[in-house]
């Protein structure tokens, strides 16, 4: 079983939708959740981050983690072709520094 | 302005050879970190360390070395024991208390 899965995609969406993006982890003791936007050619940029159960919002994003189902997602209102990305999913272990990734689910906004 | 550089952007290195990658931050960032991506995949962990000379093996170290003489700096040699060294390479630093990365632009690898 991987550390953190993610579907790898493409999910596509038409502007103005809402874009749905889920993850989930092996390991019970994580503590730190992290998104990440990776435009083709390029490198990862933080998104968003979470420690608590229940959702956190950053302008049309959202961030949800639910520790009991080990599960993780982002929500993208509003969707914009701007938004066309792979979005990476990462854990990070409590007690230590590691940071895992996931493979990356590809958005696609469809204008 | 604050960030990580890596450099080289492009490298291209024959079979056998070693090849060292730089890898500096002004972020006065504790923990560095490198990964490896390739095409259409996720990142993986090389080797990440949390302070000044001392660092650990992430899922994929064999065929690398790393040093931390330096809190700025963490540069990643590719052995010619790595037997598929061709790809993105991605440095990173973070801050302890949240575990926010923050990458330089990548250093693309290809063994000719």
């Known amino acids: 079983q991987k550390e953190v899965e993610q579907n790898s995609g493409p999910l596509s969406v038409p502007e103005g939708a809402i874009a749905s993006l889920n993850c989930t982890y092996s390991d019970r003791g994580s503590q730190s959740f992290f998104w990440y936007r990776q435009y083709s050619g390029k490198s990862p940029e933080l998104i968003m981050f979470i420690y608590s159960n229940g959702d956190k919002e950053d302008g049309r994003f959202t961030a949800q983690l639910n520790k009991a189902s080990q599960y993780v997602s982002l929500l993208i209102r509003d969707s914009q072709p701007s938004d066309s990305a792979t979005y990476l999913c990462?854990?990070?272990?409590?007690?230590?520094?590691?940071?895992?990734f996931g493979i990356g689910t590809k958005l696609q906004v469809i204008p | 302005d604050g960030g990580i550089t890596q450099s080289p952007k492009y490298l291209f290195r024959k079979e056998g050879q070693n090849v060292t990658l730089s890898c500096e931050q002004n972020l006065n960032h504790d923990a560095m970190y490198w990964y490896r991506q390739d095409p259409g995949q996720g990142l993986r962990l090389i080797y990440y360390s949390q302070i000044v000379n001392d660092f650990q093996k992430g899922d994929i170290a064999e065929g690398y070395s790393v040093s931390r003489e330096k809190k700025e700096s963490f540069p990643l040699t590719v052995t010619s024991a790595q037997k598929n060294p061709t790809a993105f390479y991605l440095c990173?630093?973070?801050?302890?208390?949240?575990?926010?990365?923050?990458f330089g632009e990548g250093s693309r690898l290809t063994v000719l």
């Open positions: 990173a630093s973070g801050r302890a208390n949240t575990g926010e990365l923050f």
């Open positions: 990462a854990v990070r272990a409590g007690g230590y520094q590691k940071v895992t």
